[in-house]
T-cell receptor
Framework: NAGVMQNPRHLVRRRGQEARLRCSPM?????VYWYRQLPEEGLKFMVY????????ESGMPKERFSAEFPKEGPSILRIQQVVRGDSAAYFC???????????FGPGTRLLVL | GQQVMQIPQYQHVQEGEDFTTYCNSS?????IQWYKQRPGGHPVFLIQ?????EVKKQKRLTFQFGEAKKNSSLHITATQTTDVGTYFC????????FGPGTRLSVLP
């Protein structure tokens, strides 16, 4: 059973460009969470999605950030017009049900030049 | 929103010494989870505690859930260099909330 997959693993963008981060949950998992981690800091919750639905986006900035989890295909975290402060590691995690163990992907390390 | 504190923030130990990290919440918890993140890696689930006063062991790791279900601890006996990393506790409120983590370094 393949684990949670994220791509790309590393992403370099210039200020003003768009960043698209993809997450494929573990097989059988319909709950996806996105977290942001700054260097030497903890994990900050961004958004929680189920298939085709955003359940909780309370941790996501109101502007420039959006997330989706379509019926088919991976979950996508999209950051428009990136700024240097967006540089961080973005992890997604999946679980079979809410409140159950979360399995993390390897993360996407975004660097904004 | 619900918050969780972890202490210490950093811990440096000599290989073979013991290590403990503590996680505290102001509210009663339904459960608590512990994760480990190696430098440059991603968080990996270690264990979930559910019952008041619960104690679980994984080899040299001992996890404890307080009687009031407001705090938890992770104790490592005789640390090894492979224990290096950051240990996070996580609680479930409106969504998962991770503690700030305890960063463990082990000197050989």
């Amino acid at each position: 059973n393949a684990g949670v997959m994220q791509n790309p693993r590393h992403l370099v963008r210039r200020r003003g460009q768009e960043a698209r981060l993809r997450c494929s949950p573990m097989k059988g998992h319909s709950h996806v969470y996105w977290y942001r981690q700054l260097p030497e800091e903890g994990l900050k919750f961004m958004v929680y999605l189920q298939k085709e639905n955003i359940i909780d986006e309370s941790g996501m900035p109101k502007e420039r950030f959006s997330a989706e989890f379509p019926k088919e295909g991976p979950s996508i975290l999209r950051i428009q017009q990136v700024v240097r402060g967006d540089s961080a590691a973005y992890f997604c995690a999946s679980s079979p049900n809410r409140q159950e163990t979360q399995y993390f992907g390897p993360g996407t390390r975004l660097l904004v030049l | 929103g619900q918050q969780v504190m972890q202490i210490p923030q950093y811990q440096h130990v000599q290989e073979g010494e013991d290590f403990t990290t503590y996680c505290n919440s102001s509210t009663t918890l339904s459960n608590i989870q512990w994760y480990k993140q190696r430098p440059g890696g991603h968080p990996v689930f270690l264990i979930q505690l559910v019952k008041s006063g619960e104690v679980k062991k994984q080899k040299r790791l001992t996890f404890q859930f307080g009687e009031a279900k407001k705090n938890s601890s992770l104790h490592i006996t005789a640390t090894q260099t492979t224990d290096v990393g950051t240990y996070f506790c996580a609680i479930y409120g409106q969504n998962f909330v991770f503690g700030p983590g305890t960063r463990l370094s082990v000197l050989p």
